[in-house]
């Protein structure tokens, strides 16, 4: 519970509104990899689905797109609010754009944003040796939450040819 109760305040508390500029798909050096599966359901449009299900205090939605081996999951009653939640911006986001998200200073030393990306790379090899699959990617959003315009960046796996959140790990902190 512990684990869930720290997914939905990591997203609610990182009040930050950054404009996403690095789209990424495909399976290159940015780090993502979300080319070839059989899902209808994009990585973005998973990601609208959690939070429209948060929105409409819908736990079957919600859990419908949460990976079952993942640690938050199954989301339940008490890991969420009655608060509305307005989503601005959803989109596929680069392994360096996180890495340059991560940080205190989006414009700093290219070697720290490199060994930041290597450490993402770890932990995404890590989940896919934990939970399965190939394709993943990351998606980045930001929405209005109670008056504040938090964002976050949630790392998806293909699990059953369906795109599923697996986590939130990537949330950069308050600007």
């Known amino acids: 519970m512990?684990?869930?109760?720290?997914?939905?305040?990591?997203?609610?508390?990182?009040s930050t509104v950054v404009i996403a500029g690095c789209l990424g798909s495909g399976n290159d050096?940015?780090?993502?990899?979300?080319?070839?599966?059989?899902?209808?359901r994009s990585p973005a449009a998973t990601v609208e689905q959690y939070f429209n299900g948060w929105d409409?205090?819908?736990?079957?939605?919600?859990?419908?797109v949460v990976h079952p081996d993942s640690e938050i999951y199954p989301v339940r009653d008490d890991d969420i609010t009655d608060e509305s939640i307005t989503i601005?911006?959803?989109?596929?986001?680069?392994?360096?754009?996180?890495?340059?998200?991560?940080?205190?200073?989006?414009?700093e030393d290219e070697e720290i944003i490199e060994e930041r990306m290597d450490v993402i790379e770890q932990d995404v090899e890590d989940e896919i040796a934990a939970l399965g699959g190939e394709d993943y990617s990351?998606?980045?959003?930001?929405?209005?939450?109670?008056?504040?315009?938090p964002s976050s960046s949630l790392f998806l796996l293909v699990h059953d040819q369906e795109w599923m959140i697996v986590n939130n790990r990537y949330t950069p902190p308050t600007l």
């Open 2 to 14: 512990t684990v869930r109760r720290r997914f939905i305040s990591g997203v609610v508390v990182t």
């Open 29 to 40: 050096d940015d780090g993502s990899d979300s080319g070839d599966m059989t899902s209808n």
């Open 56 to 64: 409409e205090s819908s736990l079957d939605k919600m859990n419908d």
């Open 88 to 107: 601005d911006e959803t989109e596929e986001v680069t392994l360096r754009f996180l890495a340059q998200r991560l940080g205190e200073d989006v414009e």
């Open 138 to 149: 990351f998606v980045y959003t930001e929405f209005v939450y109670d008056e504040i315009e």
